[in-house]
Each structure stands twice: as C-alpha cells, then as structure tokens.
C-alpha cells in the first residue's frame, strides 16, 4: 500500500496557475472559501499539557504571530510552491529580507562579493553596515564573469546580486556565478525583483537564496509592503529560522493577505505586462530623440544570450536615455498624462522615474557614471493599461524632450 499523497506533494503536480490559485490554503471550521485573515497575536491551548507539547515541537501548531500565522503561512507555501523551493519565509519589507538572508548568515571575518548595480538599501547593507560587524564586501561588474572569480578569497562566504538591476538592466548569468560558488563553497543569494519569479527561477539555476520585494509584483497593485526568502531547509534551520522568530521581521497578516489574493492573478498581470511593455520599448526604439532604449524582451539588448539562457519572458521594465539631459527628461515626465511620476515599480499603474536625481541620487555623478546611468536616462515600469494608451503618452512625452 502506499501512503496518501500530502497536500504540498498533491499541489507540487499542479502548473502554476493553480498552484497560485489554491496553493497553500488553510481552511478553518467554517470552511470559508477565500483565504481568511487571521489578525491574532497569539493562540489559545486546550490544555497546558498541549503548551508544553508545543514549546517542545511536538505538537505543529502555533505559538506566537511572530514566529508563524495562519494566513502567513498561507502565503510562504504559495510561494514556496511557485518558487519551487524547500521553505520560504515571508518578512515585512523587501529590505527586511534582504536584511535577514545576509545578516543571518554572514558574520566576522566573512568576505561577501556583490554586482554594483544595486538597489540602493541593498548597497547599503553590503558597504556600510556589513563592514560594521567585520563582513569585508567588494563590489564588482556583475556582468562579467571574471570578476567575480578575480574577487575570491578564501574567506568568501556570499556572492549577492540583482538580475536584471535596477535600472540599467544588466544582468549577471546565475548558472555561471553558481558554478564558481559551489567550487569556493560560497552560497549565491539573488535579489529576484525585477524578473518576478513568473519569468525567472534563480533555484534551478543553481542559487541557494532567493529575495524578493514583495510590495512590487507579488502585491502588484501599489498596495503592501513585503517581502521574502526562499531557500533550503539546511539555510533555514542553520541560519534564518532563528534570527527571523527573534529579531521580528514578520509580515502583517492583513498584508500576507492581500499578496496571496494578489498571486492568484499573478501570471495574467505579469504576461499583460510583458506584452505591453514589449509594444512600447519597440515604439521608443524606433523614435528620434531616444538615445538607447533598454529592454530584456528586444534582440538588441546587450546581454540578449543571458536573457534566453535564464529568462522566460522580457519583463516589464524599461531604460531609456532620452537626447537633451536632465532638462529633457523632465520634460518628458512632466507632459506624461496617464504614465504617473513616482519611484516605485511593479505596479498596475504605468510608473515612471528619472534615476539620476531619484533613486540614484545619492550615490553621485561617479558612481552613476560608473553604473552607465546617463542624466537623461528614465526608468519605465509597464501598467496593465492598453498599450495605444500607453504609446500616446510616451508619443507626447517624447514630443516635449525635443522641444529645447
Ligand atoms: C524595492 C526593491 C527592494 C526593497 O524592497 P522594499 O519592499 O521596498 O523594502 C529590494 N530590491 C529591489 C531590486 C527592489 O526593487
């Protein structure tokens, strides 16, 4: 006889589409059909003989909201399923991820490597604060593979980095840094943002950590902050599970909410996306007065043998540098009527951003110089509204930028 499948093994057959769907719910006595919120601190035993049970993890349930919650839960096996990862843990911002992953793990004496194109918390995290607990980092071109092998030593614990970066969009082939990682015995932690785990699967090709910001697409209507580590059981139990239950970085459970409802619709917003971003990154590149225009979806991006090697689909995030500098690209945003001005991503609404004097303001003309972020560079991220709409805006933004 062999035994009844478990309901993760059931769910692990499903494609995606369902697995987002009804991965991972919990129903309780009254067998509601959406996911429930269950906005509670703490949990009741029936008898003290069952706290004790608990306290000693003889008995599965829950403790304590911090350490665990139901609707949480719910969200970590959705997502967990989706990544196709042995455990995820869900915290209260990307940062707060980004944060726990590192800091659980690295420690004196440790030498982390990390792409320079970064976001910018990211970078602060790896350059100031790691320095502070004697955690040497060194900062690389992410695009090259030599680089990274020319930046080992023999006390390098960590390769971390973002592909595609914001906001240039270069890329970093995970396959290649995973090889050199697992020869050094370093693990490979990627920042998996911008591709969205619907375009890019960092665990198959050969990472051990994935990050993400789940107050971009997983939430993908500007609503909650989040965000999440995937990794092994091994990780979680020698390093995160720990430093996760006692620093307190846990989600809101009205929030984990709100991004498993979101990840039932995740694969049509992403594809829409995609498929529009794709018409205006074509329009643009076609336009005098643009530059460059920067897309994982089009032949002539850069690093186009990385994006078909690790991609399945060209996202929908867009670069461009606009001819006239600065004041050009103000225009740009400033005619933009439908196309909002703000420095988030990964919304329903069409976002746009000038890096230069936003979220890479800070780190000076050198280092943007650096990174290749022209003054005239506007990073794009691609709504769910019809792209004629979307084209008629860029048409007029770009209509503006020429007027000097
Ligand atoms: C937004 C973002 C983060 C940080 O996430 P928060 O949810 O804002 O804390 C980290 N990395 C990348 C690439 C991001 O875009």
Redesign the pocket.
Same mark, same amino acid.
């Given at each position: 006889m062999t035994a009844a499948k478990t309901d993760a093994e059931i769910a692990a057959e499903w494609a995606t589409e369902t697995q987002l769907v009804h991965g991972g719910t919990l129903r309780s006595q009254f067998g509601e059909t959406s996911e429930a919120i269950f906005l509670t601190q703490g949990f009741v035993y029936t008898c003290a003989e069952q706290a004790e049970a608990r306290f000693k993890n003889e008995d599965p349930g829950y403790q304590y909201s911090r350490f665990a919650n139901p609707t949480v839960s719910m969200l970590e096996e959705r997502l967990r399923l989706l990544e196709g990862a042995e455990v995820c843990r869900v915290m209260a911002? !990307?940062?707060a991820a980004?944060n726990a992953a590192l800091m659980s793990y690295l420690k004196t004496g440790d030498h982390v490597v990390a792409a320079r194109a970064m976001?910018g918390?990211?970078r602060y995290i790896v350059e100031t604060l790691c320095p502070r607990f004697g955690i040497t980092p060194t900062l690389i071109d992410g695009r090259d593979i030599n680089e990274w092998r020319k930046a080992v030593r023999p006390n390098t614990k960590a390769f971390f980095f973002?592909t595609p970066a914001?906001p240039t969009l270069d890329l970093v082939d995970i396959a290649a840094v995973s090889k050199l990682a697992k020869e050094i015995g370093a693990l490979v932690m990627v920042?998996n943002?911008?591709a969205t785990p619907m375009l890019q699967r960092p665990l198959h090709h050969g990472a051990d950590v994935v990050i993400y910001?789940a107050?971009?697409h997983i939430d993908g209507q500007g609503r909650c902050?989040g !965000?999440a580590v995937l990794c092994s059981e091994k990780f979680l139990t020698d390093h995160l599970q720990d430093y996760f239950r006692q620093t307190g970085p846990s989600l809101s459970p009205f929030n984990a909410w709100v991004m498993l409802k979101s990840l039932e619709t995740m694969p049509l917003r992403i594809a829409a996306q995609c498929a529009n971003a794709a018409k205006v990154a074509d329009y643009l590149a076609a336009q005098p007065g643009v530059d460059r225009v920067i897309y994982c979806g089009r032949k002539d991006h850069p690093q186009a043998d990385i994006v078909a090697k690790q991609m399945t689909g060209g996202g929908q995030m867009i670069a461009l540098e606009v001819a006239g500098g600065k004041d050009a690209a103000f225009r740009f945003q400033n005619a933009l009527r439908l196309i909002k001005i703000s420095n988030n991503?990964g919304d329903a609404k069409s976002l746009i951003t000038h890096p230069p004097t936003t979220t890479h303001y800070r780190i000076g003309p050198a280092a943007r110089a650096e990174l290749g972020i022209g003054d005239g560079m506007l990073r794009l991220s691609v709504g769910l509204e019809h792209a004629n709409d979307l084209i008629a805006d860029v048409e007029r933004g770009l209509a503006a930028a020429r007027m000097a």
């Open positions: 911002t !990307g940062m980004v976001f918390s990211c973002e914001n920042d943002v911008f910001s107050t971009k902050l !965000g991503l």
